[in-house]
Nanobody
Framework: QVQFVESGGGLVQPGGSLRLSCVAS????????MGWYRQAPGKQHELVAS???????NYADFVKGRFTISRNNAKNTVYLQMNSLKPEDTAVYSC?????????WGQGTQVAVSP
């Protein structure tokens, strides 16, 4: 079982920035992939960005050029720098990891973008 400590969410005006952080612990397996999903009210859970332990990244089209994912493998930590935020980015953002025994998601942190 993987435990998560997620932080960095909050309320921001359109055009603003937030930085999400997530520390994963409790597993002996390598965190092959770390990333972020989000779910807005009434919408499906969707991948925002992910990063392999080797540094390869994957971004959803709706965040390309605005969000940047990074990770610290030694600290089992993943970050999401979110710039140029839009109201449609409002959602609960959940940390995600994938190991050889399966995927895991955190509880999430709320991001609200509003004037």
């Amino acid at each position: 079982q993987v435990q998560f400590v997620e932080s960095g969410g909050g309320l921001v005006q359109p055009g603003g920035s937030l930085r999400l952080s997530c520390v994963a612990s409790g597993t002996m397996f390598t965190l092959d992939i770390m990333g972020w999903y989000r779910q807005a009210p009434g919408k499906q859970h969707e991948l925002v960005a992910s990063m392999t332990s080797g540094g390869s990244t994957n971004y959803a089209d709706f965040v390309k050029g605005r969000f940047t994912i990074s990770r610290n493998n030694a600290k089992n930590t993943v970050y999401l720098q979110m710039n140029s935020l839009k109201p449609e980015d409002t959602a609960v953002y959940s940390c995600y990891v994938r190991t050889v025994v399966g995927p895991y998601w955190g509880q999430g942190t709320q991001v609200a973008v509003s004037p």
